[in-house]
């Protein structure tokens, strides 16, 4: 167990072959991204979500320093060995690679995925990587969020048990 949880966890180097061989065995992949700081319900329910849209399931994981410029100096509060560590943990994930930028975009031109998911409001135009994704014939897709499911909620209830 412990060997396949490592085995999903990737640099910008070692998913190329990975990605390599999923395409070249025709298989759909699919592309979402996020700090995930801590994993809750709607995460999880966003991550199958997604991971039915296609056969393998890539999650681009904000680094340390990344989310902090994202989500301000408290966070995050987990690191991104222990939150890389728990995606990689999930069924559903096929695999996580760490990036250090604000946005993926590097990332999903490296892997080039069939479907790319992101949750929220957003427009699948104004979703980073929707024209790489696009262009290449594949499908841009956008998720609702659960409401009452979030990582900010959370934090927020345990600054409130605190006072």
Partial sequence: ?????FSKQHSF???IPTVKTWKSTQEKIVFTNGCFDLIHYGHLYYLAQASELGNRLIVGLNSDDSVKRLKGKERPIKDEINRSFLLAALACVDAVVLFSEDT???????????????????QPHQIVGSEIVLGDGGTVESLSF????????????IQQLKS
């Fill in 146 to 157: 659960i409401e009452g499911h979030s990582t900010t909620s959370l934090v927020e209830k």
């Fill in 13 to 15: 180097e070692s998913i």
């Fill in 104 to 122: 993926p975009l590097n990332l999903i031109d490296l892997i080039r995925p069939d479907v790319l998911v992101k949750g929220g409001d957003w």
């Fill in 1 to 5: 167990m412990l060997k396949d949880i």
